[in-house]
C-alpha cells in the first residue's frame, strides 16, 4: 500500500522499529573551497513551510542577507496558515515572487543562484531539474558554494521521488513504533516533528560548511536526521556518523544580527544600525541580469 501510495505522489509511512543509519547527511564536493574567512554570505531561500525557512531564518540570525525566492503562482504554502508561524520563520528576510513559468523568471532565478553562497531547497531534485537548473551545475559553476538540498529521503534514487512531510518522516523513522511501544497507541509524536529537528541540523550544517569554504553539495533528509536523534536518544552515538564540524577548527563565528522586532515582527538592525522594513510581504528586489 505504501509503495502504490507513492507512486500516486503522496506522503506515506509505516509504522516501524527505527532502523540505525550511518549518516543522517552526504557532502559531495564539487568545486574548490574559498577562502576564508569570509563576508557574511548571501543565501537564497527556495523552500517553503517549516524545515527549509527555518534553516534559512537561523542563518539570518547569524547574520547573513537571506532573500526568499517563491514562485508568483505557488507561493510558500505556509502562506496560507497561521501569519504570526510564518512571520516568526520568515521576518528578517528579503522577498521575491517570479514567474518561474517563463523564460525570463528562470532567468531571473538563474541570476540569484550565480550570486548565493548558499542555496537552500526543499524539493524533490527532479522540480528545479526539469527548469534546466541542476545543483551541480551551480556549486561548480562558483568558487566556495554551498548547495543545501533537504528532502524527504535523499537525493538518491528511488528515494528521490518519494514525498515526505514531517509526520509522516517521524512515523518511517519508527518515532511512532516507539510510542507505540511507551503505551500511546499509534500516534504521530509532536507536530510534525521532522521539520524543526531538520531545520536546526541544516542550519549547522550549512553554515559550517561554508565556514570551511563551501565548494559543495550537502543531502539532509526528513528521515536521516529524525533517525540520528532517536539513535542519539537511544545512546546509540558511536554509528561512524560523520562529525557535524570540520576537524580542523572553524574560523570565529561572526557577531550575530541583532534584531529588533517592530509590531509586525519585519525590522532588523546590524552592528546598532537600524535598517528599514524588510517584511517578507512587502519587500520587492530588482533583479539585474
Request: hydrophobic share 40%; proline share 7%.
Amino acid at each position: 500500500m505504501v509503495e502504490r501510495a507513492r507512486l500516486l505522489g503522496l506522503a506515506t509511512a509505516a509504522s516501524q522499529p527505527p532502523e540505525m543509519q550511518r549518516d543522517w547527511f552526504k557532502a559531495h564536493t564539487l568545486a574548490a573551497p574559498a577562502p576564508t574567512p569570509r563576508r557574511q554570505p548571501l543565501v537564497i531561500d527556495l523552500s517553503s513551510l517549516w524545515a527549509g525557512p527555518l534553516c534559512t531564518h537561523l542563518m539570518g540570525l547569524l547574520g547573513a542577507r537571506v532573500i526568499k525566492v517563491e514562485s508568483n503562482t505557488r507561493p510558500d504554502g505556509a502562506r496560507a496558515g497561521s501569519q504570526a508561524f510564518f512571520d516568526l520563520l520568515n521576518a528578517g528576510k528579503e522577498s521575491v515572487a517570479l514567474d518561474l513559468a517563463s523564460a525570463r523568471g528562470r532567468e531571473q532565478l538563474g541570476a540569484l543562484l550565480a550570486r548565493a553562497d548558499i542555496v537552500v531547497e526543499a524539493t524533490r531534485p527532479r522540480a528545479l531539474e526539469q527548469m534546466g537548473i541542476k545543483a551541480v551545475d551551480v556549486v561548480r559553476a562558483g568558487t566556495g558554494k554551498v548547495w543545501l538540498s533537504i528532502t524527504g529521503y535523499g537525493r538518491e534514487a528511488p528515494r528521490r521521488e518519494w514525498i515526505a512531510y514531517g509526520d509522516d518522516a517521524g512515523v518511517a523513522a519508527g518515532l511512532s513504533w516507539l510510542l507505540r511501544q511507551a503505551g500511546a497507541g499509534n500516534v504521530f509524536c509532536a507536530d510534525a516533528i521532522a521539520d524543526p529537528l531538520t531545520g536546526l541540523h541544516a542550519a549547522l550544517l550549512g553554515w559550517a560548511a561554508w565556514s570551511r569554504g563551501g565548494g559543495v553539495l550537502l543531502d539532509v533528509s526528513l528521515h536521516g536526521v529524525v533517525s540520528r536523534c532517536i539513535a542519539a536518544g537511544q545512546g546509540a552515538t558511536k554509528t561512524g556518523c560523520p562529525p557535524l564540524c570540520p576537524s580542523r577548527p572553524c574560523p570565529s563565528p561572526p557577531s550575530p544580527a541583532l534584531r529588533t522586532p517592530c509590531s509586525r515582527c519585519c525590522c532588523s538592525a546590524r552592528d546598532g544600525h537600524s535598517t528599514r522594513p524588510v517584511g517578507v510581504r512587502h519587500m520587492h528586489l530588482t533583479i539585474r541580469t
